[in-house]
C-alpha cells in the first residue's frame, strides 16, 4: 500500500479469486504503545464488486494481549453490514486497545469478511486476512 494510493485511486484487487466483493484495511494510527492504555481504529472498507446487492458481516479476533477495551476482555467482535447495494463499498471501525501488560512486539489480528444469504447463520462465501498490529 503506497502513500500515493488513494489520490491515484488504486483499485483494490479480490481477497480470493472469485469472489464478488473487495477488502481492504487501514489503521490509525499506525502503532500502539507498550505498556500504556492506548488505543487505535482498525478501518475496514467492503467493496461490493457485483451487479446485485450483497448480505456481509465482518468479524474480527484479536490476540491475548490486545483488547477492544482496555480492561482487554472481549477479544472477538463482529459488525453485520446489512445489505451493501451492488457496486457501492461501506467502511466498519474496530477499536483495538492495549493495556498495561501489553508487551512490544507485532500482534497479528485475523479479519473474516463473510457474505450471507437469506440470514446471517447463511454464509454463501467469506474471506480471511491476516492484519499486523505493531506494539513498540
Known amino acids: 500500500?503506497?502513500?500515493l494510493d488513494g489520490l491515484m485511486g488504486k483499485?483494490?484487487?479480490p481477497a480470493r479469486a472469485g469472489l464478488p466483493f473487495n477488502v481492504s484495511?487501514?489503521?490509525r494510527p499506525v502503532r500502539l504503545s507498550a505498556r500504556k492504555e492506548n488505543c487505535l481504529e482498525l478501518l475496514v472498507t467492503v467493496a461490493n464488486a457485483s451487479d446485485a446487492p450483497l448480505m456481509m458481516s465482518v468479524n474480527i479476533e484479536v490476540p491475548k494481549s490486545l483488547?477492544?477495551?482496555n480492561l482487554g476482555i472481549t477479544k472477538i467482535k463482529e459488525i453485520r453490514i446489512g445489505e451493501l447495494p451492488a457496486q457501492k463499498e461501506?467502511?466498519?471501525?474496530f477499536s483495538i486497545c492495549a493495556n498495561s501488560q501489553t508487551p512490544a512486539g507485532t500482534y497479528s489480528a485475523l479479519l473474516t469478511v463473510s457474505q450471507?444469504?437469506?440470514d446471517y447463520s447463511h454464509v454463501l462465501n467469506y474471506a480471511k486476512k491476516s492484519v499486523e498490529v505493531r506494539v513498540v
Do not use: Q, S
Not at 461501506?90 to 471501525?93: C, H, L, M, Q, R
Open 1 to 3: 500500500m503506497g502513500i
Open 116 to 118: 450471507h444469504y437469506r
Open 25 to 27: 484495511t487501514a489503521l
Open 67 to 69: 483488547g477492544f477495551e
Open 11 to 13: 483499485k483494490e484487487e
Open 90 to 93: 461501506k467502511t466498519v471501525g
